[in-house]
């Protein structure tokens, strides 16, 4: 069975928006951040994504051209009610009402060997943290400075985790950091 990954891309200040809830500044380039190595291994290593309910509504229940055609588990309170679209027979959507365990367990024997990526949220990211569900982080930062906005790590955890970096990637806008957690 593969790891449940926890990612965020952020600015060097350790915001995963600006004051204004705006991420365009993170990705000035998404032509070339698909280019990246360190996309092409999360593709191929992804069996499956758990997104937040914010993160499914920025792209407008659109998933047209999505990176990861891979089941896709929403956690959210109420499934909305209008159709995705850019669903197909790989790239599937499952809304999940029952929490983040169950979110993760689904997406777990969706993903089969491969990872589950939890991407998009500070907060469903730190409800796995919580849960102790996380076997690494990736985190990307980008040379960007927003003084204020969204913290991915605000809200603490109930326990100290630590950290073995495994991987580090650079492209000339960001760079990834990629950890384990030690258990």
Known sequence: ????????????????????????????DLEALRTTEMLAEEIQTTGAVVMGRRAYNMADGDLTDYEYQVPIFVLTHAIPEKPAKGLNDKLTLTFVTSGIESAIEQAKAAAGDKNVLVVGGASTAQQCLRAGLVDEIHIGIVPVLFGEGLRFFESQVNEQIELERTKVFTSPTRTDLWFRVVK
């Not at 449940?4 to 705006?22: P, Y």
């Open 1 to 28: 069975m593969g790891n449940v990954i926890i990612g965020a891309t952020m600015s060097l200040d350790w915001f995963m928006n600006d004051r204004n809830g705006d991420v365009s500044r993170l990705y000035p």
